[in-house]
């Protein structure tokens, strides 16, 4: 257990902002020595489980503890940090736990025991993007990023790109045990799959490159650097709308088409704000939109009253003209999951500091824009879910992604969430305008390149014109099929290698006796 435990802390090594992947595979291949090493009987199962999870542990631990961060904005919450960045990596490593624990209950080592591996931890990761909401942070694919490899996940998806990781560094180990023609087989298979991706990936760069220039829509990514620790100050809201409308209406403004504000950019109800809404209204000429991060309220005929983190779309007579309400929300960030257990128990929901949770909206949207490309709204961290970022039934033109990351300090947490950004620009073939209230905001094109970037903790503003739209992706349309058949592929395989690699190693033996039979005859006459 402390081997696995230090192998999944250095696996954190291929994850932003080290991305060093080939770290990652050499951790893997050392998870699988540990787990094969153990597999075999009810004992093992407990035993291999056991490994998985330290992995997870040092895994999650070491991607994860920047999540504390947001525990030091409010003293009341100070408590929890310790138990935040302890139980929430222990609780994800039981996923790791699971797949070791399912891998060694099939009776199957060596070559055949790394696919089998493999298949059970794809699809377990798979498991983890949904189940209990989903919190698919941290994907091993997510190591491929700088590397034309990635483009690969235009067809098979994140998912797919992290069942070729564990494949990668599940067979190595085997390959190099034994004396069996056949162990070399899953290892050579997994080195032909990241070539040919890898082609893939450069052929699907140059075609980007090639495809014929449309009109240019210009746009303003505005980050006003808004720390959690200025909040609290007594003039924060003055400096920070100083702050907004200095870099709104900054040399080269009258030629924008679009100006983004990140989530939750202001502390209060903007909507509601009618001279906050005229002083944006003033910021813009005719033509001219906005897009701002919001906090808003409806109350019902009920008398209740509902909030939600919003996207607003504002047009330059200071009108909101439209808005996406934020549908996936963070448990215990936006909302109390079992909300009377939890407040029976001190623990209280992040988002009592605006009255109460947030409502979740009704789903993924595709807003149209006056006379400009339409696009698809995500909020903070809806950004995360392969396959759930884009409304079906309209694809949009490019994906704005406003986000709050002065929760995630300023260490690993903001690049890892660019990451995941970068990748949903990949397998949706979409331009991603990312505006991040500390960093790190972003332009980034349909092939998961950062064209333009505001630093952290800078206050600045990205102009740009909006990177043009890849055709519709094969992961667009098909989703995780293709994916979901390799796992079956790869799991059967798994199955059908072992009894072959022992029917061949038995004949081995066969024709090895017959060989000392008739040495000896030889030797009789």
């Not at 493999?118 to 491929?144: C, D, H, K, Y």
């Not at 190595?172 to 162990?183: C, D, E, K, S, Y």
């Not at 082609?199 to 220039?213: E, F, K, N, R, W």
Request: overall charge neutral.
């Amino acid at each position: 257990m402390g081997l696995a435990l230090l192998a999944g802390l250095t696996a954190v090594a291929g994850m932003a902002p080290f991305n060093l992947w080939p770290v990652l595979i050499a951790s893997l291949a050392g998870l699988f020595v540990l787990v094969d090493g153990v597999a075999g009987g009810p004992r093992g199962i407990r035993r291999a489980a056991w490994i998985g999870w330290a992995f997870g542990f040092g895994y999650f631990g070491a991607g994860l503890y920047w999540i504390g961060e947001a525990f030091y904005v409010d003293p009341d919450t100070v408590w929890m940090m310790p138990f935040a960045v302890t139980l929430l990596p222990a609780g994800l490593a039981l996923f790791h736990a699971v797949a070791c624990g399912l891998a060694a209950a099939v009776p199957r080592r060596g070559p055949g025991g790394a696919l089998i591996l493999a298949a059970s931890f794809g699809a377990i990761e798979f498991v983890r993007s949904f189940i209990f909401t989903g919190f698919p942070w941290n994907l091993f694919g997510s190591a491929f990023i700088d590397i034309p490899v990635a483009e690969a996940a235009s067809v098979v998806g994140v998912y797919g790109l992290t069942l070729l990781a564990l494949l990668l560094g599940f067979t190595i180990p085997p390959a190099f045990r034994g004396r069996h023609i056949l162990r070399f087989a899953p290892f050579a298979v997994a080195v032909a799959l990241f070539a040919a991706a890898w082609v893939y990936g450069a052929l699907h760069l140059a075609a980007y490159a090639a495809l014929p220039a449309e009109p240019a829509t210009r746009i303003r990514i505005v980050q006003p650097d808004n720390p959690q620790s200025e909040k609290g100050r007594p003039d924060y809201v003055r400096r920070l709308w100083q702050r907004l409308k200095q870099l709104t209406t900054a040399p080269g403004a009258d030629r924008v088409d679009i100006f983004v504000w990140p989530e939750g950019v202001t502390p209060f109800f903007l909507d509601e704000a009618t001279e906050a809404m005229t002083a944006i209204g003033d910021m813009m000429r005719p033509g001219q939109i906005m897009l701002a991060g919001s906090a808003r309220r409806e109350i019902g005929n009920d008398r209740t009253t509902r909030f939600y983190n919003a996207l607003l779309v504002i047009d330059a007579s200071g009108h909101v003209i439209d808005a996406y309400d934020k549908a996936h929300l963070v448990p215990f960030g936006e909302y109390l999951p079992f909300p009377d257990a939890f407040r029976a128990l001190g623990i209280a929901s992040l988002t009592a500091r605006i009255g109460g949770a947030f409502t979740p909206g009704p789903g993924l949207r595709t807003l149209k824009l006056p006379a400009l490309p339409a696009v698809g709204p995500l909020v903070c961290y809806e950004i995360l879910f392969p396959g759930e970022v884009v409304d079906a039934a309209q694809r949009p033109k490019w994906l704005a992604n406003v986000t709050d990351d002065s929760w995630f300090g300023t260490q690993t947490g903001p690049h890892q969430h660019l990451t995941a950004a970068r990748f949903r620009a990949i397998e949706e073939g979409l331009p991603v305008v990312r505006a991040a209230t500390t960093g790190i905001s972003a332009l980034i094109d349909a092939t998961g390149a950062v064209l333009q970037t505001a630093g952290l903790e800078t206050a600045q503003y990205i102009d740009g014109d909006l990177p043009q739209p890849f055709p519709a992706t094969v992961f667009s349309q098909c989703g995780h099929s293709i994916f979901i058949l390799s796992l079956v592929v790869g799991a059967l395989a798994g199955l059908l290698l072992g009894p072959i690699a022992t029917q061949n190693h038995s004949g081995s033996e066969i024709l090895q006796s017959t060989g000392l039979i008739h040495q000896a005859t030889n030797r009789i006459h």
